[in-house]
């Protein structure tokens, strides 16, 4: 069974930058994009960044583009997520997922999908 462990999250000023790590095991991920998805209490869980499983091409949700980047080391089963200039409206649970871009929505690659880790919390305060 597929697994992910996501890390790298923390209580940050804002404008200041975190480095988020996402580690999956097993194969289940060879070949797929993968993305950040983020929730904050009382929201629906968003799609952050989706990147091609080269690592080429990534896309980002409109409220952080300019300001995170998304990368991945498939040698090492490895995704992470550089965040600078950090907002409040960025304090959320951050999870790590096989995704899809479509029209601009950043979508995990089915609707059902259930192999959630236990995410990483970045929380954005003076």
């Known amino acids: 069974q597929v697994q992910v462990l996501e890390s790298g999250g923390g209580l940050v000023q804002p404008g200041g930058s975190l480095r988020l790590s996402c580690t999956a095991s097993g194969s289940g991920f060879d070949g797929y994009a993968m993305g950040w998805f983020r929730q904050a209490p009382g929201n629906e869980r968003e799609g952050v960044s989706c990147t091609t499983w080269s690592g080429d091409t990534s896309w980002y949700v409109d409220s952080v583009k300019g300001r995170f980047s998304s990368s991945r080391d498939n040698a090492k089963n490895m995704l992470f997520l550089q965040m600078n200039s950090l907002k409040f409206e960025d304090t959320a649970m951050y999870y790590c997922?096989?995704?899809?871009?479509?029209?601009?929505?950043?979508?995990?690659?089915?609707?059902?999908?259930?192999?959630w880790g236990q995410g990483t919390q970045v929380t954005v305060a003076t």
């Open positions: 997922a096989p995704c899809v871009a479509v029209g601009g929505a950043i979508l995990t690659v089915r609707s059902d999908y259930d192999s």
